[in-house]
T-cell receptor, first 119, second 112 residues
Framework: GAVVSQHPSRVICKSGTSVKIECRSL??????MFWYRQFPKKSLMLMAT?????????EQGVEKDKFLINHASLTLSTLTVTSAHPEDSSFYIC???????????????FGEGSWLTVV | GESVGLHLPTLSVQEGDNSIINCAYS??????FIWYKQESGKGPQFIID?????DKRQGQRVTVLLNKTVKHLSLQIAATQPGDSAVYFC???????????FGAGTRLTVKP
Protein backbone atom coordinates (compact mmCIF):
# COMPACT_ATOMS: atom_id res chain seq x y z
CA GLY A 1 0.00 0.00 0.00
CA ALA A 2 0.88 3.66 -0.12
CA VAL A 3 3.58 4.77 2.31
CA VAL A 4 4.20 8.08 3.98
CA SER A 5 7.58 8.52 5.59
CA GLN A 6 8.12 10.98 8.38
CA HIS A 7 11.54 12.01 9.64
CA PRO A 8 12.88 12.25 12.26
CA SER A 9 10.81 9.89 14.35
CA ARG A 10 12.22 11.41 17.53
CA VAL A 11 14.03 14.66 18.11
CA ILE A 12 15.17 16.54 21.17
CA CYS A 13 16.05 20.19 20.85
CA LYS A 14 16.92 23.05 23.14
CA SER A 15 14.55 25.89 23.86
CA GLY A 16 14.89 28.67 21.36
CA THR A 17 16.14 26.53 18.53
CA SER A 18 14.24 25.46 15.44
CA VAL A 19 13.54 21.93 14.30
CA LYS A 20 12.37 20.63 10.94
CA ILE A 21 10.19 17.59 10.39
CA GLU A 22 9.86 16.07 6.94
CA CYS A 23 6.90 14.25 5.46
CA ARG A 24 7.37 12.29 2.23
CA SER A 25 4.96 10.31 0.13
CA LEU A 26 7.14 7.46 -1.10
CA UNK A 27 5.13 5.88 -3.90
CA UNK A 28 2.49 8.40 -4.82
CA UNK A 29 2.07 12.08 -5.50
CA UNK A 30 0.35 14.27 -2.99
CA UNK A 31 -0.72 17.78 -3.85
CA UNK A 32 -2.16 18.06 -0.39
CA MET A 33 -0.60 17.07 2.89
CA PHE A 34 -1.79 17.67 6.41
CA TRP A 35 -0.04 18.32 9.69
CA TYR A 36 -1.52 17.24 12.99
CA ARG A 37 -0.52 17.52 16.58
CA GLN A 38 -1.48 14.94 19.16
CA PHE A 39 -1.24 15.16 22.93
CA PRO A 40 -1.10 11.97 25.03
CA LYS A 41 -4.40 10.11 25.08
CA LYS A 42 -6.06 12.76 22.95
CA SER A 43 -7.29 12.90 19.40
CA LEU A 44 -5.42 14.35 16.46
CA MET A 45 -5.67 18.11 16.10
CA LEU A 46 -5.38 19.47 12.59
CA MET A 47 -2.79 22.24 12.51
CA ALA A 48 -2.60 23.11 8.85
CA THR A 49 -3.18 21.94 5.33
CA UNK A 50 -0.10 22.00 3.15
CA UNK A 51 -0.64 22.69 -0.54
CA UNK A 52 2.06 22.06 -3.11
CA UNK A 53 3.22 25.26 -4.69
CA UNK A 54 1.15 27.57 -2.52
CA UNK A 55 0.83 28.76 1.04
CA UNK A 56 -0.38 26.47 3.75
CA UNK A 57 -3.80 26.94 5.26
CA UNK A 58 -3.62 27.15 9.03
CA GLU A 59 -6.32 26.25 11.50
CA GLN A 60 -7.59 28.85 13.88
CA GLY A 61 -5.26 29.32 16.81
CA VAL A 62 -2.19 27.88 15.08
CA GLU A 63 0.61 30.40 14.71
CA LYS A 64 1.82 30.31 11.13
CA ASP A 65 5.05 32.14 11.99
CA LYS A 66 5.87 29.54 14.58
CA PHE A 67 4.93 26.48 12.59
CA LEU A 68 6.37 27.06 9.14
CA ILE A 69 5.15 24.74 6.43
CA ASN A 70 6.76 24.27 3.06
CA HIS A 71 5.36 21.98 0.37
CA ALA A 72 8.01 22.30 -2.29
CA SER A 73 7.22 19.20 -4.33
CA LEU A 74 4.47 16.67 -4.87
CA THR A 75 6.16 14.26 -2.49
CA LEU A 76 7.56 16.42 0.28
CA SER A 77 6.18 18.74 2.92
CA THR A 78 8.16 20.10 5.84
CA LEU A 79 7.08 21.49 9.19
CA THR A 80 9.54 23.73 10.98
CA VAL A 81 8.90 24.56 14.60
CA THR A 82 10.67 27.85 15.13
CA SER A 83 11.99 29.12 18.44
CA ALA A 84 10.74 25.97 20.11
CA HIS A 85 9.59 26.00 23.72
CA PRO A 86 8.85 23.13 26.08
CA GLU A 87 5.11 23.55 25.49
CA ASP A 88 5.73 22.69 21.83
CA SER A 89 6.75 19.21 22.91
CA SER A 90 4.27 16.86 21.33
CA PHE A 91 3.67 14.12 18.80
CA TYR A 92 3.44 15.60 15.31
CA ILE A 93 1.86 13.57 12.53
CA CYS A 94 1.64 14.26 8.84
CA UNK A 95 -0.67 12.75 6.29
CA UNK A 96 -0.80 12.87 2.53
CA UNK A 97 -3.79 12.73 0.21
CA UNK A 98 -3.09 10.53 -2.78
CA UNK A 99 -3.67 12.37 -6.05
CA UNK A 100 -5.87 10.15 -8.13
CA UNK A 101 -9.11 10.52 -9.97
CA UNK A 102 -11.06 7.71 -8.44
CA UNK A 103 -14.70 7.38 -7.63
CA UNK A 104 -13.74 5.64 -4.42
CA UNK A 105 -12.25 8.79 -2.99
CA UNK A 106 -8.82 10.16 -2.37
CA UNK A 107 -7.42 8.06 0.40
CA UNK A 108 -5.27 9.77 2.99
CA UNK A 109 -2.27 7.98 4.45
CA PHE A 110 -0.40 8.87 7.61
CA GLY A 111 3.22 9.00 8.55
CA GLU A 112 4.49 7.28 11.66
CA GLY A 113 4.71 10.54 13.56
CA SER A 114 7.54 12.54 15.10
CA TRP A 115 8.08 12.93 18.80
CA LEU A 116 9.41 16.37 19.60
CA THR A 117 10.85 17.09 23.02
CA VAL A 118 11.99 20.61 23.78
CA VAL A 119 14.27 20.89 26.79
CA GLY B 1 -15.41 16.80 14.39
CA GLU B 2 -12.39 17.43 16.48
CA SER B 3 -12.57 16.70 20.16
CA VAL B 4 -9.33 18.03 21.52
CA GLY B 5 -9.26 17.98 25.29
CA LEU B 6 -11.57 15.02 25.78
CA HIS B 7 -10.34 11.77 27.26
CA LEU B 8 -10.76 8.74 25.08
CA PRO B 9 -13.74 6.48 25.71
CA THR B 10 -12.76 2.87 26.15
CA LEU B 11 -14.12 -0.47 25.04
CA SER B 12 -12.97 -3.73 26.53
CA VAL B 13 -13.84 -7.03 24.84
CA GLN B 14 -12.92 -10.66 25.21
CA GLU B 15 -10.74 -12.22 22.55
CA GLY B 16 -12.91 -13.82 19.90
CA ASP B 17 -15.90 -11.57 20.53
CA ASN B 18 -17.10 -9.00 18.05
CA SER B 19 -16.39 -5.33 18.70
CA ILE B 20 -18.47 -2.34 17.73
CA ILE B 21 -16.95 1.11 17.86
CA ASN B 22 -19.18 4.10 17.32
CA CYS B 23 -18.58 7.58 16.05
CA ALA B 24 -20.80 10.61 15.65
CA TYR B 25 -19.70 13.03 12.98
CA SER B 26 -20.53 16.67 12.90
CA UNK B 27 -20.68 17.96 9.35
CA UNK B 28 -23.71 17.02 7.30
CA UNK B 29 -21.76 18.02 4.19
CA UNK B 30 -19.15 15.33 4.79
CA UNK B 31 -19.42 12.58 2.22
CA UNK B 32 -16.33 10.49 2.78
CA PHE B 33 -15.46 8.68 5.99
CA ILE B 34 -12.45 6.72 7.08
CA TRP B 35 -11.63 4.56 10.08
CA TYR B 36 -8.08 4.58 11.36
CA LYS B 37 -6.29 2.44 13.89
CA GLN B 38 -3.54 3.97 15.98
CA GLU B 39 -1.19 1.92 18.09
CA SER B 40 0.75 3.52 20.89
CA GLY B 41 3.44 5.88 19.65
CA LYS B 42 2.63 5.33 15.99
CA GLY B 43 0.79 7.16 13.27
CA PRO B 44 -2.79 6.25 12.32
CA GLN B 45 -3.22 3.30 9.99
CA PHE B 46 -5.97 3.21 7.38
CA ILE B 47 -8.54 0.47 8.01
CA ILE B 48 -11.53 1.05 5.81
CA ASP B 49 -13.41 3.87 4.15
CA UNK B 50 -16.93 4.52 2.94
CA UNK B 51 -18.61 7.06 0.71
CA UNK B 52 -21.92 8.65 1.58
CA UNK B 53 -23.68 6.87 -1.27
CA UNK B 54 -23.22 3.64 0.65
CA ASP B 55 -24.47 2.58 4.05
CA LYS B 56 -22.30 -0.48 4.51
CA ARG B 57 -18.91 -1.63 3.39
CA GLN B 58 -17.05 -4.77 4.34
CA GLY B 59 -13.38 -5.54 4.52
CA GLN B 60 -11.40 -8.34 6.03
CA ARG B 61 -12.93 -8.87 9.49
CA VAL B 62 -14.15 -5.27 9.52
CA THR B 63 -17.42 -3.68 8.51
CA VAL B 64 -18.25 0.00 8.45
CA LEU B 65 -21.84 1.17 8.74
CA LEU B 66 -22.96 4.67 7.90
CA ASN B 67 -26.22 6.27 9.01
CA LYS B 68 -26.44 9.68 7.41
CA THR B 69 -29.79 10.45 8.99
CA VAL B 70 -28.30 10.62 12.46
CA LYS B 71 -24.72 11.28 11.33
CA HIS B 72 -23.41 8.12 12.85
CA LEU B 73 -20.62 5.81 11.82
CA SER B 74 -19.67 2.47 13.29
CA LEU B 75 -16.83 0.03 12.89
CA GLN B 76 -17.46 -3.62 13.53
CA ILE B 77 -14.54 -5.95 14.10
CA ALA B 78 -15.29 -9.64 13.91
CA ALA B 79 -13.50 -12.17 16.11
CA THR B 80 -11.46 -9.51 17.86
CA GLN B 81 -7.84 -10.41 18.46
CA PRO B 82 -5.25 -9.04 20.92
CA GLY B 83 -3.52 -7.37 17.99
CA ASP B 84 -6.63 -5.28 17.49
CA SER B 85 -5.97 -3.45 20.75
CA ALA B 86 -5.42 0.18 19.77
CA VAL B 87 -7.15 3.52 19.55
CA TYR B 88 -9.64 3.78 16.72
CA PHE B 89 -10.53 7.09 15.12
CA CYS B 90 -13.18 7.96 12.62
CA UNK B 91 -12.49 10.79 10.24
CA UNK B 92 -14.83 12.79 8.06
CA UNK B 93 -14.17 14.82 5.00
CA UNK B 94 -15.79 15.87 1.78
CA UNK B 95 -14.61 14.31 -1.46
CA UNK B 96 -12.19 16.72 -3.15
CA UNK B 97 -12.16 18.81 0.00
CA UNK B 98 -8.92 19.55 1.77
CA UNK B 99 -10.31 19.18 5.25
CA UNK B 100 -10.24 16.01 7.32
CA UNK B 101 -11.49 16.06 10.89
CA PHE B 102 -11.08 13.36 13.46
CA GLY B 103 -13.42 12.14 16.13
CA ALA B 104 -12.33 11.74 19.72
CA GLY B 105 -11.25 8.15 19.26
CA THR B 106 -12.02 4.98 21.19
CA ARG B 107 -9.48 2.84 22.98
CA LEU B 108 -10.13 -0.83 22.33
CA THR B 109 -8.63 -3.34 24.75
CA VAL B 110 -8.85 -7.03 23.95
CA LYS B 111 -8.61 -9.39 26.89
CA PRO B 112 -7.13 -12.83 26.22
Amino acid sequence: GAVVSQHPSRVICKSGTSVKIECRSLDFQATTMFWYRQFPKKSLMLMATSNEGSKATYEQGVEKDKFLINHASLTLSTLTVTSAHPEDSSFYICSAREDRRSFSGNTIYFGEGSWLTVV
Amino acid sequence: GESVGLHLPTLSVQEGDNSIINCAYSNSASDYFIWYKQESGKGPQFIIDIRSNMDKRQGQRVTVLLNKTVKHLSLQIAATQPGDSAVYFCAETAYNNNDMRFGAGTRLTVKP
